[in-house]
């Protein structure tokens, strides 16, 4: 069946203020004014490697709404399910990003309780949307947000997955929305929907009380639920300006591990988003490559890699350089110092 999309997303916009450099929240007089959001992030990054997305949220009618809006249009993603709160209590979340510098580390502070997006409902959306795309992406932020977003998320996952839409789900983990006895209680009942499943080492550990080493890990997701695909990211942090960064990924129907050589010594600028942006890359390695495990790989370890470099939330690579770094990941031989 030929679908209008080949991804959509549901999740929170957020705006993001940051002071300027390492400058402090507590002491800064400024903030540079940018558009995030784990869901946004994704897609934009999809849609960036040249894939058709879109996605699915709610916004204040006013000029911040505009404002997230647009930046969505920016990134190529439709806005064709964006819903808007008319209500003279609608708000756009905010949250507060601070750069670290060794040793002191970055920090987040949220002010995003009662948004707009909260009250999102089913109601809000139109039928047509449930059979529109090829794949549906959530997140754990969007269910431990509140119960309306969580029960609309979890119903417009079940509406996707009955018309045959792949499901991807990444857990997300944020401490300071949910514990994480409620994640996994939550997330264990919305699993058996899930085909794509992103879940680090660490909190299937601490979520999930899993056991044994990371393959161990990995692949009794497969064996517990309907699980396809499960990807796990793996990041070194050598200091807030120098990470290392790589993946591993199972394939239940091929029985088998994929894994690469991490991208080490990356000069971080800002490494918020940069596990979206994996999830961008390893979910356009699926849709534009048949479901090769291979290609989601290598893609999503290149855009997470290079989203640290970048500041702000979303990302801003194309597929041609993303082509080339990946290319350049794979040459052990000397290389030019430019792009040019």
Not at 2 to 19: A, H, K, Q, V
Not at 40 to 66: A, E, M, W, Y
Request: hydrophobic letters at 35%; proline letters at 4%; a negative charge.
């Amino acid at each position: 069946m030929d679908r209008e999309f080949d991804l959509l997303s549901m999740g929170e916009i957020l705006l993001r203020l940051s002071p300027p450099d390492n400058e402090r929240i507590v002491r800064g007089d400024t903030f540079v004014k940018q558009v995030g959001g784990a869901e946004l992030n994704v897609v934009s990054g999809v849609s960036f490697l040249g894939l058709r997305t879109g996605i699915i949220s709610k916004l204040p009618d006013n000029p911040l709404g505009t404002y997230a809006k647009n930046k969505v249009r920016f990134c190529g993603v439709s806005d064709d399910y964006l819903v808007y709160d008319e209500d003279s209590d609608a708000r756009l979340g905010i949250y507060y990003y601070e750069n670290g510098a060794f040793p002191r580390k970055p920090r987040v502070v949220y002010d995003r309780r009662h948004a707009s997006f909260c009250k999102i409902n089913v109601c809000d959306l139109p039928k047509s949307l449930y059979t529109s795309s090829r794949c549906f992406h959530t997140s754990g932020i969007t269910l431990a947000l509140s119960k309306q977003s969580r029960d609309t998320a979890i119903e417009v996952m079940r509406r996707m997955k009955e018309n045959g839409t792949m499901i991807s789900f990444d857990v997300n983990f944020r401490g300071n929305l949910w514990t994480g006895e409620e994640a996994r209680v939550c997330i264990e009942e919305i699993l058996p929907l899930v085909d794509v499943f992103f879940c680090s080492e660490e909190t299937a550990r601490l979520t999930f009380h899993k056991e044994g080493d990371v393959k161990t890990i990995m692949k009794s997701f497969t064996d517990d639920y309907p699980i396809s695909v499960v990807a796990s990211t793996q990041r070194i942090v050598h200091s807030p300006k120098e990470h290392t960064f790589g993946s591993m990924i199972y394939s239940k129907k091929d029985d088998r591990f994929y894994e690469e050589e991490p991208y080490r010594h990356i000069e971080v600028v800002d490494r918020i988003g940069s596990g979206d942006a994996y999830c961008s890359g390893a979910l356009y390695g699926l849709l534009a490559y048949n479901n090769d495990c291979q290609k989601a790989l290598e893609y999503g370890n290149a855009t997470g890699a290079v989203k640290n470099t970048i500041p702000g939330d979303l990302p801003s690579s194309d597929l041609k350089e993303i082509n080339r770094i990946i290319l350049n990941h794979k040459n052990t031989g000397p290389q030019l110092e430019m792009d040019r």
